[in-house]
Every structure is written in C-alpha cells, then in structure tokens.
C-alpha cells in the first residue's frame, strides 16, 4: 500500500477536454509537490502546495491542496496534446525523504 | 546550466556483474538521493545523502552501495546484480532534504 494514492492511474482524454487527477493519503503532509514526467526524462516539479486548503493556478492548471492536508488534487482545464505525461504527487515523510505516488498517466489525443 | 547528469542512460547486464551509475551536480545541493522506478510503483527511495560523507539508507537499499566524497557526486553502486534490479533509476538533488527535487534523465538498466 502506497502512502500516496493517485487516481486514476491511467487518463486518455480529447483534446479540449477537462480532467482531474486526485492524490490521496491517511497521514497529514507538512507540503506536497506536483511533478510531471515525460517519456525518457526524469520528473520535473510543477508546484508546491503547503496550506491547508490553498489553491495555486498554472496557466491551464489548477493545484489544490485539502484542508486537511492529507490530499490534493491537479485540475487540467482544456487538456492539449502537449500535456501528455505521467504526473506524479510526492510529499516529504520520515525525516523529510520525499515519497511519490505511483502516478497518473495522462495521454491527450488530437 | 547542466544541472543533474547521469551516466549512463542505457545498460544491460548480465546476472552477477558490477557496475557504477554516475550521478554529479553543479548546483551546490548538500541533499542527493537515488530513485528506481518501476511500473505501478512510482519513484522508491533507495539511498540519500545530506552532505559530503553521509549517506543512509532509504525503502529499498539491498544489493546497492553509495558514497558521497564531494558536494558534486553521488555515485550508485550495484555490487552483483539480480534481474530483479531491472528498472530505471534517477538520481536526484535538493537545496535541502523534503524540497524540491531536480532529476536526471535517468539510466535505463536491463538485468539478463
């Protein structure tokens, strides 16, 4: 059982449309983070949320972190080609060391 | 601005050999770490350094070794390998532990 549970694993969408992916725990994170990785690269970080309940926007993007701080969700709106990727969640546990979901794939179709 | 390099991005093995994944850094990042990734399992921790001779071991560090004697470099080793260490691995930095982290492309490893 992954500590950060990402939903739903795998998202094929048309271009144009909007989609949500969700990052779930039980434990409550100081922070989370945002990556998004591309084939044959390694992740790159999008965002970091760190208040309860705050809400960061990325140009078509839209990070939100619960109130709760134990998830956080990544809103795409008008989803393009472009956005084609593994996204991943990821949130310092342990003694700080960084903990990822097991991803959402995302394939946007033309 | 390099960043974080690794060498090298592909490499098959057979069961038994040894060899040493390179990792630097030119961004002055006291925190390093070693990633393998595997399909459904996202990024696990393998081993991590906070600084010039320290490192510690993270979730799944059996069959690897590090050390950390500069700033710069964070090298992998894997001492014998097993098919089961096929996967690909991303060596990673941080200003500090938790933050964000910059990665590699990654080395693409096959173990037959």
């Known amino acids: 059982t992954q500590l950060l549970e990402q939903s739903p694993q795998f998202l094929s969408i048309q271009e144009g449309e909007n989609l949500t992916v969700y990052c779930n725990s039980s434990s409550v994170f100081s922070s989370l983070q945002w990556y998004r990785q591309e084939p044959g690269e390694g992740p790159v970080l999008l965002v970091t949320v760190v208040t309860g309940g705050e809400v960061k926007k990325l140009k078509r993007l839209t990070f939100q972190f619960g109130d709760a701080r134990k998830d956080s969700s990544l809103h795409i709106t008008a989803a393009q080609p472009g956005d084609t990727g593994l996204y991943l969640c990821a949130g310092p546990r342990y003694g700080n060391k960084l903990v990822f979901g097991a991803g959402t794939i995302l394939r946007v179709k033309s | 601005n390099a960043g974080v390099t690794q060498t090298p991005k592909f490499q098959v093995l057979k069961t038994g050999q040894s060899m040493t994944l390179q990792c630097a850094q030119d961004m002055n990042h006291e925190y390093m770490s070693w990633y393998r990734q595997d399909p459904g399992m996202g990024l696990r921790l393998i081993h991590y350094s906070v600084g010039a001779g320290i490192t510690d071991q993270g979730e799944v560090p059996n069959g690897y070794n590090v050390s950390r004697s500069t700033t710069e470099d964070f090298p992998l080793r894997l001492l014998s390998a097993a098919p089961s260490q096929t996967s690909v691995y991303f060596c990673?930095?941080?200003?500090?532990?938790?933050?964000?982290?910059?990665f590699g492309q990654g080395t693409r490893l096959t173990v037959v």
């Open positions: 990673a930095s941080s200003f500090r532990q938790g933050t964000e982290a910059f």
